[in-house]
């Protein structure tokens, strides 16, 4: 089985806009800006043979304020950008009651599944309490990113950090420690 890191999209690897405290996604290929210090994040787990697997609620498809198109490609724009082999996108709403929208742990289960992925030995980095609920879910070590947003927060244990390359550095750094 392989190890991975989990990453939310909005906020943990482009810049998500915030509108009264809440993240919002960019709703064009065009406006995603990728944030500082992802790429080299992204290639140093590349380089200890982690599996990168994006796991990203999409809400907005299923509310009508934006397409299934327009998130699929700013999909494709990361993963062509960055060197992710894995995106698993959840475009439900809360009502909709599905076991893939998180915090339900359906997308990690489901990546689990196909990519013989062994999530006691997988990362979970999120910007939301969402992602870190559902990484607890399954037993991953989570990395909060923690923007100060306007809900509730995540609830421990996690390790708060300032960006996605800082949990990288704390995961290569600790890797070994934690599951030799």
């Given at each position: 089985?392989?190890?991975?890191?989990?990453?939310?999209?909005?906020?943990?690897?482009?810049?998500?806009?915030?509108?009264?405290?809440?993240?919002?996604?960019?709703?064009?290929?065009?406006?995603?800006?990728?944030?500082s210090?992802?790429?080299?994040?992204?290639?140093?787990?590349?380089?200890?043979?982690?599996?990168?697997?994006?796991?990203?609620?999409q809400?907005?498809?299923?509310?009508?304020s934006?397409?299934k198109?327009?998130?699929?490609?700013?999909?494709?724009?990361?993963?062509?950008?960055?060197?992710?082999?894995?995106?698993?996108?959840?475009?439900?709403?809360?009502?909709?009651?599905?076991?893939?929208?998180?915090?339900?742990?359906?997308?990690?289960?489901?990546?689990?599944?196909?990519?013989?992925?062994?999530?006691?030995?997988?990362?979970?980095?999120?910007?939301?309490?969402?992602?870190?609920?559902?990484?607890?879910?399954?037993?991953?070590?989570?990395?909060?990113?923690?923007?100060?947003?306007r809900?509730?927060?995540?609830?421990?244990?996690?390790?708060?950090?300032?960006?996605?390359?800082?949990?990288?550095?704390?995961?290569?750094?600790?890797?070994?420690?934690?599951?030799?």
């Amino acid at each position: 089985m392989k190890k991975a890191v989990f990453l939310d999209r909005d906020g943990v690897i482009n810049k998500a806009t915030i509108l009264d405290g809440i993240p919002k996604p960019p709703k064009y290929v065009e406006e995603v800006l990728i944030l500082s210090g992802v790429k080299k994040a992204i290639k140093m787990l590349n380089e200890h043979n982690f599996e990168i697997v994006v796991i990203t609620n999409q809400p907005d498809v299923a509310r009508g304020s934006t397409s299934k198109k327009s998130v699929e490609e700013i999909n494709s724009y990361l993963s062509n950008r960055l060197g992710i082999n894995h995106i698993f996108t959840c475009y439900h709403d809360d009502i909709d009651g599905c076991d893939c929208r998180k915090p339900k742990p359906g997308m990690l289960l489901n990546a689990a599944r196909n990519l013989d992925l062994d999530l006691q030995k997988s990362f979970l980095i999120g910007d939301r309490w969402r992602d870190i609920t559902a990484g607890q879910a399954v037993g991953c070590t989570c990395f909060f990113i923690d923007y100060e947003y306007r809900e509730k927060s995540p609830v421990l244990p996690f390790k708060r950090v300032s960006s996605l390359l800082e949990a990288t550095h704390l995961i290569l750094e600790n890797h070994n420690v934690l599951f030799s």
